[in-house]
């Protein structure tokens, strides 16, 4: 069975680097579309952005200049860096396995999430 | 961006009702449409992808149906696990969006 854990820092000071690691278990990481994807508290979901295991990836423009996603295939893992935090990046943030049907991609397994809360 | 309105956005149902939840698109996304159930703190859970297709696993009464611009999720008989929030997400163009949600309430 795939399982999929976020770690990282719980809190994190105004204009610092969020940065958060998923550990892939239970299956390759080659062949897949590793995301993040987040969700303020008492609101809806935010997709991020993926990264393919071969190196290409696809943000959402709102975050484009401010994050970055990579994947480690030694380690079965893959990373998020938010740059330059505010308190409106207060978020439960999830990591999610996305799966290729035709051009598009679909998100069957995701972590438990992790909140990460801006704060000075 | 492609935005996705659900409705309702809360859905008050009992055990073994038949219950309907529809996602409207801003502009037509073919059948790149799909669903998951949220229950609280918990991850989402993919029930149906391109629309209608049912993940491995999931009950066989959750079905999906639509295209281009408006979309279904049925639940044909509630059972008492279903009730959380369901949410839509569109993947026929980036960045991909989610609706805003449909708690289903006892």
């Known amino acids: 069975q795939v399982q999929l854990q976020e770690s990282g820092p719980g809190l994190v000071k105004p204009s610092e680097t969020l940065s958060l690691t998923c550990t892939v278990s239970?299956?390759?990481?080659?062949?897949?579309?590793w995301s993040w994807i987040r969700q303020p508290p008492g609101k809806g979901l935010e997709w991020i952005g993926y990264?393919?295991?071969?190196?290409?990836?696809n943000y959402n423009p709102s975050l484009q200049s401010r994050v970055t996603i990579s994947v480690d295939t030694s380690r079965n893992q893959f990373s998020l860096r938010l740059t330059s935090v505010t308190a409106a990046d207060t978020a439960v943030y999830y990591c999610?396995?996305?799966?290729?049907?035709?051009?598009?991609?679909?998100?069957?397994?995701w972590g438990r999430g992790t909140l990460v809360t801006v704060s000075s | 961006d492609i935005q996705l309105t659900q409705s309702p956005s809360f859905l008050s149902a009992s055990v073994g009702d038949r219950v309907t939840i529809t996602c409207r698109a801003s502009?037509?996304?073919?059948?790149?449409l799909a669903w998951y159930q949220q229950k609280p703190g918990k991850a989402p859970k993919l029930l149906i992808y391109?629309?209608?297709t049912l993940q491995s696993g999931v009950p066989s009464r959750f079905s999906g149906s639509g295209s281009g611009t408006e979309f279904t999720l049925t639940i044909s008989i509630l059972q008492p696990e279903d009730f959380a929030t369901y949410y839509c997400?569109?993947?026929?163009?980036?960045?991909?969006?989610f609706g805003q949600g449909t708690k289903l309430e006892i």
């Open positions: 999610a396995r996305g799966i290729a049907i035709g051009t598009a991609r679909y998100f069957d397994y």
């Open positions: 239970g299956g390759p990481i080659s062949s897949y579309y």
């Open positions: 990264m393919y295991y071969s190196g290409s990836t």
């Open positions: 502009q037509g996304i073919s059948s790149y």
């Open positions: 391109a629309a209608s």
């Open positions: 997400q569109q993947v026929n163009s980036y960045p991909y969006t």
